[in-house]
């Protein structure tokens, strides 16, 4: 530790709100790492829309004040007594944890991983929340086959376009909704079929093309990560014995749920947490070696939105929340 500073730049909340709570910080200690932990210093830092729930309180922080941000992809600066021998200082590693939002993060070795010489370091930060949620839903939370027909909701955003892309990859055919053209035509490009408006206003508009376009029988699985917004309608199009996933709220909870409601169609509901799929090690390490091979056999890549400075914090959480970005959005510290 000794050649490390001892204070460093990050983005501190002192309490759940708007923007305005969102303090970019240039004295806060440089943390030292305990146990197995290791020290990551920052070369990008993800945004995730999740960083959203945790300032604004939809979820609670553990305590104040606190650094927000949930993953990012640098080298290790120093590592605790008990850290695993493959982390080494110097390693160029990508993590998902707490605290991201910072020059120097302290982090539990149980999500950090090696990133291969092949795959660049802003891919190394864009992939531990995003694509490893999106490769968990399809493997996991409905295991895709070959021509099953699947819906993605947000399907421009960082998750949707990560699912585009894998979808594509296992030969799934996707039917991508997505707020404006462009960001359809990017789904597109992503490797979606068909793409469809929301058509909020008008729910039977939508299931009646989703039906026509699976002749008549709905999709196997929905991907869905708006929440109240698109729940009705996407549990509207899944077909007998099909599969919904709920596993974002960017509009908004789904609250108030009778569950007679699914012997409409013996639909299978899941509310899915990655770090549920993911919870030690061995799962995270597994999860990185598939996603590596998808990104190194199959071409996988990330759009990135910009990056941003990390004094820039308010911008960037403004565009994300404000809809007005694409793909990954990354913090340079
Ligand atoms: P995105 O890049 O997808 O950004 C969110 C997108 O949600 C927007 O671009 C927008 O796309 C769409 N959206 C729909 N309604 C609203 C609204 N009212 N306000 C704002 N945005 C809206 O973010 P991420 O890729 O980081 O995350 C996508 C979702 O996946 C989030 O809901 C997140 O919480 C969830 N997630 C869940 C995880 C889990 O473990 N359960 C893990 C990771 C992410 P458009 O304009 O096209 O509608």
Known sequence: ????????????????????????????????PKGDEV????EYIGINYIDTYFRSGVYSPPSFPYILGREGSGTIAAVGPNAPSDLTIGARVAYMGQSAYAEYTATTSHFVVTIPDSISTKIGAAAPLQAMTALTLIREAYAVQKGDWVLVTAAAGGVGLWLCQLLKAVGARTIAT???PEKRELAKQNGAEVL?????????????????????EGVHAVFDSVGKDTFDSSLAVVRRKGTMVSFGNASGPVTGFALARLSAKNVKLLRT??????????EFQQYAKELWGFI??????VKIHDIYPLEDIKRATEDIEGRKTTGKLLLKP
């Open 1 to 32: 530790m000794s050649s490390l500073p001892k204070t460093m730049k990050a983005v501190v909340i002192e309490k759940t709100g708007g923007t305005d709570v969102l303090q970019y910080k240039t004295d806060v200690p440089v943390p030292e």
């Open 296 to 301: 190194e056999k199959d071409g996988l890549n």
């Open 39 to 42: 020290l990551i210093k920052n």
């Open 196 to 216: 469809l408006e929301y058509h909020a206003d008008d729910q039977d508009v939508f299931v009646k093309k989703v039906l026509e376009i699976t002749g008549g």
């Open 273 to 282: 947490t990655l770090f549920n799929y993911i919870a030690d090690r061995e």
């Open 178 to 180: 997505a707020s404006t």
